[in-house]
């Protein structure tokens, strides 16, 4: 089951984790010229593979496998050390980066992810109080125009307006060839099918209402909604899970911005006097970086 698939995965997610020469913590499993690859550091790597690829590992030759690319990548960690990489501006540069992202991402969990919980019984109130909000099955049948300017999506609102028939417009303007024949008739569809700002719009309007333009990454669109099929309420098993997600971001949110706050009152930050520079700062996000 040799794999390069395997060494590049481990060498992707992780930092060199073996143990400096002559320390060990736990048990070792494998000693590389002093450098040792503890129990603790193979069980907390294999941890951090994604499920899909850690069933591979599960057997004895899966562990001697993953164990055979712990060296590979402690191997490749010395030659670079031999080779003076670490001395290297550009690896420098990309060192304090990963070490600041990691910091970042430590003292998050600290302030914010550990201090965030939510009680079962917010859960349950939270339905209670918001039950029309869980509605699930509705479905809408809509038609569209996609053009690829807001103007040119206004002058067909515009035509709409004056009664010029919707289908015929889709059918001359729409750039959705595919449901341009169809006078832009898109089907049924549920929620979590369209892009998050058609749908919004979509099943926003009434039946036989036009929405204005909505622009989506595939340009502008006309939407008519011909039909609408009413969900049931869902009940609290069925949306518990959301709910929770959902009070979870609230609270996160919550505690950032106050551990934000609170940075900000402790800490002297100035960019008046800056100002010109970021004016004059000319950007070209369209382009490729260069070197």
Known sequence: MKKLWVLILICGLFIIGCSPKGTSNGPVLAKIDGAVITKEEFINKINRVPEWARANFKTEEGKKEFL????????????AIKNGLQRDKEVEKEIEAFKKMTLIKGILEKEIEKKAKVDPK???????????????????????ILVDTEEQAKD??????????????????????GSAKNGGDLGSFSRGRMVPQF???AFSLKVGEVSGPVRTQFGYHIIQVTDKKEGKIGTFEEVKGGIEKQLMIEKQKALF?????????????????????????????DKEKTP
């Not at 055979?68 to 030659?79: A, H, P, S």
């Not at 067909?156 to 060839?177: M, P, V």
């Open 68 to 79: 055979n690319e712990l060296i590979k990548e402690q191997l490749i960690y010395q030659d």
């Open 122 to 144: 917010e859960v349950r109130d939270f339905y209670d109080k918001n039950t029309d909000r869980f509605v699930i099955g509705t479905e809408v049948r809509a038609k569209h």
């Open 156 to 177: 067909i609102l515009k035509r709409i307006r004056q009664k010029e028939d919707f289908s015929k417009l889709a059918e001359r303007y729409s750039k959705d060839k």
């Open 199 to 201: 749908e919004a719009a």
């Open 257 to 285: 911005d106050s551990y934000i706050e609170k940075l900000k009152k402790n800490s002297k930050i100035e960019t008046a006097a800056y100002e010109s520079e970021l004016k004059a700062l000319k950007l070209d996000l």
